[in-house]
């Protein structure tokens, strides 16, 4: 069984997701960046911990066959399925207001942390501490000794699947930055497709 | 005015860093890795983020000049001295129960996030959230491509200092990894010396 919905620019939903189930993110345009992120559906103190994930992964980024863990180094998610080139995330913060005042922006702006804690909050899940997310098809070339954030190199339609391990909230934020080229040179957020399937 | 103290073989210690001093901590046998944190003396929900630290660093690891921050991305730390080969990471998580129960070691085993959170209560600053550390003289050469760790290139006698640029509560916590080469090949965890300098 599958459901599927348009995750909206610059927004951000969490929604249950068993073990078992599979997550599908279309790149619709191809340029906009996902934050995700993964919490255990009976206690949102354990969380999918990009630093837990390292150390027993098989690749310095995460690539098809990472198993993400929580703090506490349980299975929450494999990365089952990319057909984009491959440039994902997993060093960097998510955006938050001061990310846009340092940059210039000094009124409200939409950014993935808030999108967190409102939509988790939402699920009846608050939570309080923002932790570092995937940051799906953004490209952050820190391997090469870059710590630049570049426009996606993924493609209009390029799709991850991630299956669910164990019983999940996840959340996902349609990465709102407009005032550098993460979600492409022309720095316009857009609409990503969100599938669930059973 | 200094201060001076030993940092016991598998303990942790936490203690206050008003703005303006300055820790050293010097690698007395050259193998001892120090997991080290900070966080806001006002707030012990601010503490130092790696992922945040990254997205305003210079260099994709930690080096001289290297300004940590928080997860409010406020300055904490600064980067000023470094007599090792310049091999810390902070890509990985501290060590913790689970860890040691994965290498086989099913017993209680001392562990930098335990030793973290005694540490803070102990300063009557309690946590439960255990951020990813700075993990100084840790030679995880993860820009590499490599996701393994191993013996530290540091030396005897080699120091690292860093500036508080607030006011801070610091926890140091030295490694107890016996069971894998990260403290050396010898698989010894030893001493350290930490001088507060005002």
Redesign the interface.
């Known amino acids: 069984m599958e459901s599927t919905f348009t995750l909206i620019a610059c927004t951000g939903r969490a929604f249950y997701l068993g073990e078992g189930a599979t997550l599908r993110i279309v790149n619709t345009f191809g340029t906009q960046v996902v934050d995700a992120w993964a919490f255990n559906a009976n206690d949102s103190?354990e969380f999918m911990?990009?630093?837990?994930t390292?150390?027993?992964?098989?690749?310095?980024i995460p690539v098809k066959g990472t198993v993400f863990r929580s703090?506490?180094?349980q299975p929450m998610l494999e990365f089952i399925h990319d057909t984009s080139p491959g440039d994902h995330d997993w060093?960097?913060?998510a955006c938050?207001q001061?990310?846009y005042e340092?940059l210039g922006h000094t009124d409200a702006h939409a950014n993935c942390s808030d999108n967190l804690k409102n939509a988790m909050a939402e699920t009846g899940n608050p939570v309080?501490?923002?932790p570092?997310p995937l940051n799906l098809f953004e490209n952050a070339p820190?391997?090469s000794?870059?710590?630049g954030i570049y426009p996606p190199t993924s493609r209009p339609g390029d799709s991850v699947e991630l299956a669910a391990l164990a019983d999940l909230i996840v959340c996902l934020s349609a990465c709102p930055q407009d005032m550098a080229d993460t979600n492409g040179s022309d720095r316009l957020p857009k609409d990503v497709e969100v599938t669930i399937i059973r």
Request: some cysteine; glycine content about 4%; hydrophobic content about 40%.
């Open positions: 103190a911990s990009m630093e837990h390292r150390v027993h992964a098989p690749s310095p703090n506490k180094r060093f960097f913060a938050d001061v990310r340092i309080t501490h923002v570092c820190l391997l000794g870059d710590t």
